[in-house]
């Protein structure tokens, strides 16, 4: 079992590290589409349509990872002014709901990306390219986050400290 562990968690820190490359990629494109526009040239038409796929890749693939390290988003105005006990049942609670979103999310883009496997969907804007591997992304990324959050539901860690205010 601690096998599959480690190679879960190698599995999550792979994707962060491709987001991680996929930012840096935006970099370059976003500099290298100005410099070339700069200079009078059009810019590759692939430059462009990459830097879509890479927002989105981005964004899903970080996102487990986000989950597990408390890097999302949350305000803790509300579980900060709860007694412990109550603070760990409303974490809890959100958590659980956390996890009913992303499974939803998660059977929604499965459904979609077996969609476009089946009717052959094409992006064809700079080059055909096919959708589902876009589409593939969203089943992963949200099942991943899924049992990021329910980690928080039934685990010793909960995704509230209890602590309003900025902590770095």
């Not at 962060?16 to 500099?31: C, D, E, H, N, Q």
């Not at 579980?79 to 959100?94: F, G």
């Not at 064809?124 to 992963?140: C, D, E, G, Q």
Request: proline share 4%; with cysteine.
């Amino acid at each position: 079992m601690e096998l599959v562990g480690k190679l879960y968690r190698g599995f999550l820190y792979a994707m962060a590290g491709i987001a991680a490359a996929m930012l840096v990629w935006l970099m370059i494109s976003v500099i290298l589409s100005v410099v070339m526009r700069n200079a009078g040239l059009q810019p590759f038409a692939w430059l462009f349509t990459s830097s879509e796929y890479a927002i989105l890749y981005m964004t899903m693939l970080g996102a487990p990872w986000l989950v597990r390290e408390k890097g999302h988003v949350h305000i803790e105005l509300v579980t900060a002014a709860l007694p412990t006990p109550v603070r760990r049942i409303v974490s809890r609670c959100v958590a659980a709901a956390c996890v009913l979103v992303s499974l939803i999310l998660a059977w929604k883009g499965a459904e979609l990306c077996l969609g476009n496997i089946a009717r052959n969907d094409l992006d064809v804007r700079s080059y055909y390219f096919p959708k589902w591997i876009l589409t593939i992304a969203f089943p992963v990324s949200f099942g991943l986050m899924a049992i990021e959050f329910s980690r928080f539901v039934v685990g010793d860690d909960l995704m509230h400290s209890g602590e309003a205010g900025i902590h770095e």
